[in-house]
């Protein structure tokens, strides 16, 4: 079974520019969630999808959005980068296992974008 | 807001010992715990996830315990080798049941010698 897998790997753009990331989940896997990772404010949570809605957005600014497909697969997009937004974004895929959470199945990652905002 | 800690910040110990990385937790109110491994500029990789219900898990060298009354975790590292060393990371879900958010501590950076 194939796992998270991110594109692309490495990206270098510079302050003003925007930039898409693609995340594809592991198959069957319906939730996929964003994470920036910065030396200084580790890992943090930027939003979360479900069957194709944002479920949850953690505390970043609009210029951070995303959005999810039919088939699962993600996308973030950053516009107007600044140099604060360079950082590793990762990718998350789970199961749903329906209604209130009960039981949350293992978070799988994958190996990253790193974004380099010069 | 639930808050994640982890001590120690770094470790280095040499090959062979056994050892145990802290996972401290502000909101006991968690469904379950999950302990992650992140190699030098690559993604995470799932070791143990502990559902509330349960004390123990265990996965070959490793083994982790839950104890939500206090608000801890520990992940203990039996004959530890130098291919441990990375990045061991705490999370654990969102209080509240319908959010899909994982709060990270900063990771016990580990180094195990030859």
């Known amino acids: 079974k194939a796992g998270v897998t991110q594109t692309p790997r490495y990206l270098i753009k510079t302050r003003g520019q925007q930039v898409t990331l693609s995340c594809s989940p592991i198959?069957?896997?319906?939730?996929v969630s964003w994470y920036q990772q910065t030396p200084g404010q580790g890992l943090q949570f930027l939003f979360e999808?479900?069957?194709?809605?944002?479920?949850n957005k953690g505390n970043f600014p609009g210029r951070f959005s995303g959005r999810q497909f039919s088939n699962s697969r993600s996308e973030m997009n950053v516009s107007t980068l600044e140099l604060g937004d360079s950082a590793l974004y990762l990718c998350a895929s789970s199961r749903y296992s329906g209604g209130t959470i009960l039981y949350w199945d293992t978070q799988y990652f994958g190996p990253g974008t790193r974004l380099t905002v010069l | 807001k639930q808050e994640v800690t982890q001590i120690p910040a770094a470790l280095s110990v040499p090959e062979g010992e056994n050892l145990v990385l802290n996972c401290s937790f502000t909101d006991s109110a968690i469904y379950n715990l999950q302990w992650f491994r992140q190699d030098p500029g690559k993604g995470l990789t799932s070791l143990l996830l502990?559902?509330?219900?349960?004390r123990e898990q265990t996965s070959g060298r490793l083994n982790a315990s839950l104890d939500k009354s206090s608000g801890r975790s520990t992940l203990y590292i039996a004959a530890s080798q130098p291919g441990d060393s990375a990045t061991y990371l705490c999370?654990?879900?969102?209080?509240?049941?319908?959010?899909?958010?994982?709060?990270f501590g900063k990771g016990t950076l580990l180094t195990v010698n030859p």
């Open positions: 999808y479900f069957s194709e809605t944002q479920r």
């Open positions: 999370a654990v879900p969102n209080s509240g049941g319908s959010n899909y958010k994982l709060t």
């Open positions: 198959s069957g896997h319906r939730s």
């Open positions: 502990i559902q509330s219900s349960q």
